[in-house]
């Protein structure tokens, strides 16, 4: 892994997706040539990412306070030419933000006083790009529509597209300067197809790191694939074709979550379903002793001999051990989007997972929750897409080259 790999790893700490990212002293462009004025605050501010590298950005990161989800198609008359200038403007402006340096082109000063708060912009090839693209002949096997799912109620029109884009930040208007600039500088190659905007928690909110929690009020991520786990380069890196070789496949559901029925259980109730507790996400295999990181016993019976993770439970359905190993790195954000016209919330979790292969990892899990897990009569998956995530690019070359000039 090279240096810039292993700095990105160094943010991380040990405990994976959930923890804030600190400053890293030394690697920030700063925007004070361009823009003299205030520093951006230590910490948060100056936290910078490296765009460049053998894996893209915003995978192995934790998740930023903010995101922005974006899919787009190529323009009606854009073939591989377009993709491919399109595709080298967005990887240099992209090294440019997440050095939180002004855009070259359509800056729009919305992050003129701010650094890069930990930036990242992460590309996507969705399968319907390839036909388009004259590529038919490089798209993977494994990048074919997701099946369909029990109980889906998918709105095709916020699932797909061609491009994928997800721009995390700490801040709110670095993350919306960046789709602002990316989006304006596609015009005549690509055109938006859908846009969510997520979040998470800030960093500094709580008194010290910890997993983040969902809008249901549980402790999520917490047994997600470590980077240091011996097996997580296998679970989460592609290896093929040779374009894809060290990138991976985003699966993207925007799940709603039926918050009206959810709030009304009570507190025993909502732990059941999930198989841990609410107040510090301790497996309820573990006994009162138990924490967070305490492995979780599927096998564990209570004093009256039932399991003590119910049959439903979220985590013994979704676990590696209930699907033949299958697994994924799950980086989500929530959502809110005001209420529907039955005055029940638009809020829920914007489902984002790294996967190797999507056929050994989201979809037999989520084929074996649709049908038997507790939570999903309290969700619903309203939008879905599938992309190829291709590996990083080194300083000078732009996402995507390996595929289109390899
Ligand atoms: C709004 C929808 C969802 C919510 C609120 C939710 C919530 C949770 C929570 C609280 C945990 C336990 C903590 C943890 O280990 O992270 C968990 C674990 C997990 N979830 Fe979900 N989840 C959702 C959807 C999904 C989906 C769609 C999938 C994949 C198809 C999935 C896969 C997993 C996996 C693999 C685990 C870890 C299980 C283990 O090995 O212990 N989840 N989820």
């Not at 930990?118 to 038919?136: E, I, M, N, P, Q």
């Not at 491009?163 to 938006?192: C, E, K, N």
Request: proline content about 8%; some cysteine; hydrophobic content about 40%.
């Amino acid at each position: 892994m090279g240096a810039q790999g292993f700095s990105r790893r160094a943010l991380l700490g040990g405990a994976g997706a959930g923890l804030a990212v600190g400053a890293i002293g030394g690697a920030v462009g700063g925007r004070a040539a361009a823009s003299p004025g205030p520093a951006a605050a230590p910490g948060t501010g100056a936290a910078a990412v490296p765009f460049h590298g053998p894996r893209q950005a915003g995978i192995v990161e934790p998740a930023q306070a903010r995101v922005h989800l974006a899919a787009f198609d190529l323009a009606p008359a854009a073939g591989r030419e377009q993709l491919r200038t399109l595709l080298r403007i967005w990887s240099a402006t992209a090294a440019r933000l997440t050095r939180g340096e002004p855009a070259d082109g359509h800056e729009n000063q919305i992050a003129l006083d701010a650094g890069p708060c930990s930036l990242t912009v992460t590309f996507g090839f969705g399968a319907a790009l390839f036909d388009k693209a004259g590529l038919a002949d490089r798209r993977p096997e494994a990048l074919v529509p997701l099946p369909a799912f029990p109980g889906d109620a998918l709105d095709p029109a916020r699932g797909d597209g061609d491009l994928w884009l997800q721009i995390g930040a700490d801040d709110a208007l670095v993350a919306f300067h960046a789709l602002r600039v990316l989006q304006r500088q596609a015009a005549g190659l690509a055109v938006p197809r859908w846009q969510m905007a997520g979040f998470g928690r800030t960093p500094g909110a709580t008194a010290r790191p910890t997993t983040g929690r969902n809008l249901m009020g549980q402790v999520d991520g917490t047994n997600n694939p470590k980077p240091d786990d011996p097996d997580f380069a296998a679970k989460v890196f592609a290896t093929g074709p040779a374009w894809l070789a060290g990138g991976s496949y985003a699966v993207v559901r925007r799940i709603r979550m039926l918050l009206d029925d959810w709030e009304n259980q009570p507190t025993d109730r909502q732990e059941r379903v999930i198989g841990r507790r609410k107040t510090d996400g301790a497996p309820l295999s573990g006994g009162p002793g138990a924490g967070e990181t305490t492995p979780v016993d599927l096998t564990a019976t209570g004093p009256d001999g039932t399991l003590a993770i119910a049959p439903d439970a979220h985590v013994r359905v979704a676990a590696p051990a209930s699907n033949g190993g299958a697994a994924m790195l799950r980086r989500g954000f929530s959502y809110q989007d005001g209420l529907l016209a039955d005055g029940s919330p638009d809020a829920g979790l914007l489902f984002v997972a790294f996967q190797a292969d999507p056929a050994r990892g989201f979809v037999p899990v989520q084929r074996r929750l649709a049908r038997g897990d507790g939570l999903s009569r309290f969700l619903r998956h309203e939008a879905s897409g599938l992309y190829a995530v291709p590996p990083g690019a080194p300083e000078g070359g732009y996402v995507g080259q390996q595929l289109l000039e390899g």
